[in-house]
């Protein structure tokens, strides 16, 4: 567009570099006026509101879903109304020269595309081409397929934070308790984290606890419902059970999916330091257990790592309940 302004991704706060379009109030060629809500947009913490800075004849070759890097265009705002092409009776799609140029060159099949823009850029065919390498490159179970899914699209979507800290104890009074140290953290997390407060989930959800599992070098996603009804010892024996079940029994999709509100993941036999999960989404947070680290003869420490879902709990509560969790555990051990 000749002589157009630009109205450019805003620069919201430090730590967001890129933001959502989640909705777009205008139809390419309409024209608004200055100050009026144009866009609405997701940031790593809320959802805020774009106002033109000036009144003119707006375009954008943006759709709703489309990350933006901060500073990037998001439209064009001119005194003259912009020539827009017709839209073809059939529906046709629109591709750019760069798109086509990879289409071409890798052969690929527009409808395995499964886009519903009716616009395809160079980014829509090298995020196919990215997905179609991953999934050709690996032997990967059909959870594993749901897995690799989902965190693409949590790392993408959902405003992660992450907070870590060293629990000490004494590995003679731990060892007289004969549970894994993951039994001990799912226990008190649910003594000290009470779901219904938040009332973001469904009732059965909140007493759900999800456990990551590998076996043969896959991955499982495995739950233990009613969890707020069990000691730790209790606990241990139905995250026994349910393992057994994947190795007797092969793993139960339908009952395994849904997830509950919050997950674990532990490497606590392994001596690996520190992990940092990825959330999932629709859950809370996730813990990661590093590996346990005998400092000396009667003391030794592990790893935790929270990562939580910003939008829904914020740092300072975290902080709380991981203050809490290190008192409780240093009580028992």
């Not at 420490?301 to 929270?306: D, G, P």
Request: charged share 25%; net charge neutral; proline share 2%.
């Amino acid at each position: 567009m000749k002589n157009s302004k630009i109205i450019t991704a805003p620069i919201t706060d430090s730590n967001t570099l890129e933001i959502k379009i989640v909705k777009i109030l205008f139809e390419n060629g309409d024209f608004v006026n200055k100050n009026s809500i144009i866009f609405e947009v997701e940031t790593s913490k809320t959802v805020i509101e774009i106002t033109s800075d000036h009144d003119g004849y707006i375009k954008t070759s943006h759709s709703v879903g489309d990350i933006i890097d901060i500073k990037n265009v998001l439209a064009h705002i001119s005194n003259d109304k912009p020539e827009l092409k017709k839209k073809s009776e059939n529906n046709e799609l629109i591709v750019s020269k760069k798109a086509s140029d990879l289409i071409s060159k890798h052969k690929i099949d527009i409808k395995n595309l499964n886009l519903k823009k009716k616009v395809i850029k160079e980014s829509d065919i090298l995020k196919y081409l990215n997905k179609s390498d991953n999934k050709s490159n690996f032997n990967r179970n059909l959870f594993q397929e749901k897995v690799s899914e989902v965190v693409t699209e949590s790392k993408k979507n959902i405003p992660h934070a992450y907070m870590s800290c060293d629990i000490k104890f004494n590995k003679n009074e731990f060892s007289k308790l004969n549970c894994e140290f993951l039994d001990l953290i799912i226990y008190f997390t649910y003594k000290n984290i009470n779901l219904k407060n938040y009332n973001l989930f469904p009732e059965d959800k909140n007493e759900i606890a999800n456990i990551t599992v590998s076996k043969e070098d896959n991955l499982f996603m495995l739950k233990i419902t009613n969890i707020n009804q069990f000691g730790i010892m209790e606990i241990k024996e139905k995250r026994d059970s349910i393992i057994l079940d994947l190795y007797r029994k092969g793993y139960d999709f339908q009952n395994n999916i849904p997830f509950g509100a919050i997950s674990f993941s532990s490497l606590e036999n392994t001596s690996i330091n520190i992990q940092v999960p990825i959330i999932y989404p629709d859950t809370l947070m996730i813990i990661g257990l590093g590996g346990i680290i005998d400092l000396d003869s009667n003391l030794s420490k592990i790893s935790i790592t929270v990562s939580y879902d910003h939008r829904l709990i914020n740092g300072h509560q975290i902080a709380n309940f991981m203050t809490k969790l290190m008192s409780d555990i240093s009580k028992k051990c």
